[in-house]
């Protein structure tokens, strides 16, 4: 009897062992099932915070551009007996840090003047006629050329941040 009871004994230890095991099994599933989705968690969020890096950077850029504006503006309006002085040199050279600044964060002008017109990247303000005698330095009976930019555009890493303002050929 003795014997019939340490079988039955052996019996329910071996099922014992084997509902064990089973239930480790899942306990190991169920703990890399939510490592798995921790990692995915951990890696969407940084990509979140990737992206608001890059919009964080792009509100910073947009604050910048007016000064920059203003730059392009003060150089076309500098008299000719000036353009040699050295405070307008100093200026100058504040520009073009400006200018490389923005181009270190991936920042690039939208090309504009004698390019056709792409509502991607450019505003049109005014159409302008060409004129018989060809007084627009558009080619004749080209339209949408842009001849005049009244405001750059900005790109950066690609994708559109302010877009040109421009003149076009009606």
Request: charged content about 40%.
């Amino acid at each position: 009897m003795t014997e019939e009871k340490s079988k039955v004994n052996i019996d329910e230890l071996q099922k014992e062992i084997e509902e064990f095991e089973k239930k480790a099994a899942e306990y190991l599933a169920g703990w890399q099932r939510e490592r798995a989705d921790f990692l995915n968690y951990k890696k969407e969020e940084m990509e979140r915070i990737k992206e608001f890096m890059v919009y964080a950077g792009m509100e910073l850029v947009l604050k910048i551009l007016p000064i920059l504006d203003n730059f392009e503006i003060a150089e076309k309006k500098i008299p000719d007996n000036l353009k040699n002085d050295e405070n307008i040199k100093g200026l100058l050279l504040i520009r073009n840090q400006l200018l490389d600044f923005l181009k270190s964060q991936g920042v690039e002008e939208v090309k504009s003047v004698g390019e056709k017109f792409d509502p991607r990247f450019h505003e049109v303000m005014e159409e302008v006629e060409v004129k018989d005698n060809g007084s627009t330095s558009s080619p004749q009976g080209e339209s949408e050329i842009i001849i005049e930019e009244i405001q750059k555009g900005y790109k950066i890493n690609g994708e559109l941040l302010r877009p040109a303002r421009v003149k076009i050929v009606k």
